[in-house]
């Protein structure tokens, strides 16, 4: 080809982005290959209609599993080379952590973050793409309803978003770690050096410009949930102690309610005695204040508690994930691996 159509073509070219998906897995064995496979698919249908480059790939990350998850990686990055890749850390960190750590190593110019289970609708992809294009340096993943989650997780996770707007954090409703991050706003959030990692909370914290596309969230293709209820507690007490100073306030405030009453109550006793000698202080006047304010001061340490273990664990500064091995990557492990074994 020849003339001006061919320099608008060699123009166009660097255009297109690398689209890196990042799919963290623990103990995915049920759907790892499911979820690549439709990965895939749907990289070689947008490369064909010219919205994602040659170089848009799958990285799998482990996190620790104990099943045959890693296993099942290296095979595929063997089957498909130079389009998927897989990353094992070396112990399990946690869905925030092992995103991260495939954040921090994926390359591309688009990071997209899926769960393994197939959950997340892949139709919005080329939604979330066009408004990359469109100079949307995030797009968010948001959920249009939660038909299939029970009715527990359903509930709580209403209250849990709604607590942390009266918070005043920022968060979206309904969006959990589906979404999309050009290469700019993953550098910005890489300087977000925490241990006590809320990735949705951090992410809006970055700014920039961004969008929100909707989606109905599916039934897990296979395998069970690996968020427990405690798992999911510690999820939203994280995310709430780590974006808001709110809960000290209120319990000075509390602290300050308790005080004025047992002040009222010390002078209505005072009173009593000295008017009226023959009086009998009553067990209530005793015991209820001392219970109440016990009740109180319990729970304040507790809170303050919370806020402590943040700094604790912030000031050891310990690596928040460590990568065992790389492969499916320029310069990855697989061939110190082969060597090894030779
Ligand atoms: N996950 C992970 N590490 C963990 C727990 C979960 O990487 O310690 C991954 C899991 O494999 C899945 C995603 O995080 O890809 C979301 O987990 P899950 O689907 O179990 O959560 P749910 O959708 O039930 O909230
Ligand atoms: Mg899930």
Redesign the pocket.
């Known amino acids: 080809m020849s003339g001006p159509d061919s320099e608008v073509a060699v123009m166009a070219a660097p255009e297109r982005p690398a689209v890196s998906f990042i ?6 064995e049920l759907v790892v290959e499911a979820a690549a496979q439709a990965l895939l698919e749907l990289i070689e249908q947008q490369h064909d209609i010219g919205r994602c480059g040659p170089r848009s790939m799958v990285l799998l ?1 482990d ?1 620790g599993s104990s099943d045959r998850t890693w296993e099942l990686i290296e095979q595929l990055t063997l089957a498909h080379p130079g389009r998927i890749a897989g990353l094992l850390l070396s112990r ?1 960190v ?2 925030q952590h ?1 995103l991260l750590a495939g954040l921090s190593i994926a390359p591309g110019d688009v990071l997209i973050s899926i ?3 197939l ?1 997340d609708d892949l139709g919005v992809i080329p939604q979330m793409l066009d408004y990359y294009q469109q100079g949307h340096d995030i797009v968010y993943g948001v959920r249009r309803g939660r038909p299939t989650d029970t009715r527990l997780k359903r509930m709580t996770a209403a209250w849990f978003y709604r607590l942390m707007r009266r918070l005043g954090v920022d968060v979206i409703d309904n969006h ?1 770690d589906y979404r999309l991050m050009s290469r700019r706003a993953v550098e910005m959030l890489r300087r977000y050096d925490e241990v006590n990692l809320f990735l949705r909370g951090i992410v809006r914290l970055i700014g920039l410009r961004s969008a929100q596309v909707l989606y109905d969230r599916r039934e ?1 293709a296979a395998g069970s ?3 427990s209820l405690s798992r999911m507690s510690g999820l939203a007490i994280d995310g709430i102690t780590s974006f808001s100073a709110v809960p000290l306030r209120v319990i000075s405030m509390l602290g300050l309610l308790t005080s004025l009453f047992a002040l009222a109550v010390s002078v209505w006793v005072l009173v009593v005695a000295l008017t009226n000698p023959s009086a009998v202080p009553g067990w209530a006047s005793t015991v209820l204040p001392v219970t109440f304010i016990g009740g109180v001061q319990i729970l304040s340490i507790g809170v303050l508690g919370e806020y402590i273990g943040k700094i604790y664990m912030e000031t050891k500064r310990r690596p928040r994930f460590i990568v065992d091995r790389i492969v499916g990557l320029p310069g990855d492990d697989s061939e110190r691996d082969a060597q090894r074994r030779q």
């Open positions: 799919v963290p897995c623990h103990n995915e990350v996190d399990n946690g869905h092992a769960d393994a289970d959950q959990a897990r949930s690996k968020y």
